[in-house]
């Protein structure tokens, strides 16, 4: 299991390959080029990383009955999801209003006033618990008509290919159903 020191440094150069095409590693570009991403954007990646796990662990602003036991798998989980949501960035507004790293809607949230990345989180873990990765992922992408098969497909193929790579890094053993 890695620091989370290194887990959020490998889980922030995620962000550079979840978004290019064949997922293309941030090592393949140009050292210059490496330079010059890793300056602008390791540190405030890293940042968001560290939060969202602090988010996952304590779940401010959730009721005591709500609140999730969550699990090494599932904070690998969190982060692989906002990877391909956001790439780590809490900044982020969708074309549809979705709102926060892990690209939430407000009248999703579990609570009126938590942060939405705790809503995201909340979300997250809850379709994952009950319905495995392929189809958490894409019900998380494309809402409750979302399938494996279907609709949020492509989004769930390349969180599930993230979330492999993070739970092996980790050496976490994580449940990865490869149904898309």
Not at 25 to 52: A, F, G, H, N, T
Not at 147 to 164: D, I, K, N, P, Q
Request: charged share 25%; hydrophobic share 30%; aromatic share 8%.
């Amino acid at each position: 299991m890695l620091t989370l020191g290194k887990l959020c440094t490998f889980v922030a150069l995620q962000t550079f390959s979840a978004h290019t095409p064949d997922r293309t590693p941030l090592s393949e570009m140009s050292p210059s080029y490496q330079r010059v991403w890793k300056k602008r954007y390791m540190d405030s990646r890293i940042e968001e990383c560290k939060r969202l796990v602090r988010f996952a662990k304590n779940q401010p602003g959730l009721s005591d009955n709500s609140r999730l036991d969550v699990k090494r798998h599932e904070i690998l989980w969190i982060l692989s999801t906002a990877v391909v949501e956001s790439g780590l960035n809490n900044s982020v507004v969708s074309k549809r209003g979705a709102k926060s790293s892990m690209q939430t809607y407000r009248k999703y949230a579990p609570c009126k006033t938590c942060d939405l990345r705790v809503a995201g989180i909340y979300h997250a873990i809850t379709y994952q618990r009950k319905h495995g990765s392929c189809s958490a992922a894409a019900k998380y992408n494309a809402g409750p008509r979302g399938t494996c098969m279907g609709l949020g497909r492509g989004y769930a193929s390349l969180v599930l290919s993230v979330y492999e790579d993070v739970c092996a890094e980790d050496g976490t053993e994580c449940p990865i159903d490869w149904g898309c």
